[in-house]
């Protein structure tokens, strides 16, 4: 029997990364300048839950490991940053010395190693020192995941710490993924790095890559599909990837179930309402994030902002405006309004790509789901 190469799971790493090689190169570059010494540009990506910033990160441990590049160490956090320098500069050291040296001392339960000092009672000056000399003798790439959980806070410890290194070693990059909200902590944290860095949307895939997301694992075991088919497939998921992998992993197990090497429209029949309760799981999650009135308000603005949205000159002035209007035919309070258009921001419900100044749905089908939702209850 074929085995099923997809494997629909928040972070996981698809079995075919479509869409993405842009910022995969600039990784690969990332990485290539590192060993080389000369100082790359930091990356940032960012986009709504579950377009797969996860799994592109997951794809860049991957480059760093199969090129076995043995003098690059990498810190991943994911969503723990500490919360000042000193903390973070211990926490890297600690990490560092773990990598490097057999274990010779230990601290706090964590074996360490002995060529850089460190102790409980060292100063901040002192971390930062090690520190720096540590990442002379080998770059480190810092990976932050999930950056919408961290804080200003955070942010400006590990800007202002990295900066420090980078100005006396050149050896240091960061790597950032979160949500659409993780740019408001990031701006709020007064650094550059925004400005500085490289950036990537990480948002809903083209038609073509959703075609490839489907096709190549398809192949690699060698099964096809019928052209119909992944037209229909590729039109339902709407760019999303989790959907993606979801059709693909029932469809396999359609064919599976009949023998067949080529995927065709009675097993899309099969797989379509299988798909269908994974979606709704999806959405009803999604709702989860919202009270029950604050969801009719979001049917309304969806009503309200249609135009906008389909000539692609939704602001956020023009979200705020919308939500007002919403909120009065609602009877509800107008000072409810900066409240809601975060949340709308926050949750990726709609987004603006980097770049941009127009506000797009991070997840259209579940902008259908709760309109006939709305609808339903009404
Ligand atoms: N480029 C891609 N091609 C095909 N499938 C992908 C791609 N990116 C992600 N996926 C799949 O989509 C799903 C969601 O990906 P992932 O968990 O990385 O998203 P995320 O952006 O990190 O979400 P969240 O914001 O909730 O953390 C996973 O099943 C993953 O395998
Ligand atoms: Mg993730």
Request: charged fraction near 25%; proline fraction near 4%; glycine fraction near 8%.
């Amino acid at each position: 029997m074929v085995r099923n190469p997809f494997k629909p799971g928040f972070g996981l790493i698809p079995p075919y990364l479509a869409g993405r090689e842009e910022c995969h190169r600039e990784f690969k570059r990332v990485v290539e300048n590192l060993r080389e010494g000369s100082q790359p540009k930091s990356i940032l990506m960012v986009g709504p839950r579950g377009c797969g910033k996860t799994s592109l990160l997951g794809a860049c441990r991957r480059v760093i490991e199969s090129a076995g590049v043995k003098n690059l160490r990498m810190k991943r956090f994911s969503s723990d940053l500490p919360l000042s320098q000193e903390d973070l500069a211990a926490a890297l050291l600690k990490r560092a010395f773990r990598l490097r040296r057999p274990a010779e001392m230990k601290l706090g339960g964590e074996r360490l190693g002995v060529t850089a000092r460190w102790a409980p009672s060292m100063t901040a000056s002192h971390l930062f020192e090690e520190l720096i000399r540590d990442c002379r003798s080998a770059p480190l790439l810092i990976m932050v995941d999930e950056g919408s959980q961290e804080s200003a806070e955070s942010f400006s410890a590990l800007f202002n710490l990295s900066q420090k290194i980078n100005d006396e070693t050149g050896n240091i990059v960061l790597v950032l993924a979160g949500t659409p909200g993780t740019l408001d902590l990031i701006k709020a944290s007064g650094a550059t790095f925004y400005d500085r860095a490289e950036k990537f949307n990480i948002g809903l895939l083209s038609d073509d890559a959703s075609c490839e997301a489907i096709e190549k694992p398809l192949a690699e075991v060698g099964l096809s599909i019928d052209a119909d088919v992944l037209e229909e497939v590729v039109g339902d998921s709407q760019g999303f990837p989790y959907f993606l992998q979801v059709w693909g992993e029932k469809l396999v197990d359609e064919a599976r179930e009949t023998s067949a090497k080529k995927i065709a429209r009675s097993h899309l029949a099969q797989a379509s309402p299988r798909v269908a309760t994974a979606k709704n799981g999806i959405y009803e999650s999604r709702c989860e994030d919202w009270a029950d009135d604050d969801l009719r308000v979001l049917a309304g603005v969806l009503a309200v902002t249609q135009e906008k949205r389909s000539s692609g000159v939704l602001t956020k002035s023009g979200l705020q405006e919308a939500i007002e209007s919403v909120l009065e035919d609602c009877a509800r309070e107008q000072s409810e309004s900066a409240a809601l258009a975060q949340q709308i921001i926050h949750t990726g419900f709609l987004w603006k790509p980097m770049d941009d100044h127009n506000l797009i749905l991070g997840l259209p089908s579940f902008a259908g789901y709760i309109t006939e939702r709305a609808e339903s209850k009404a």
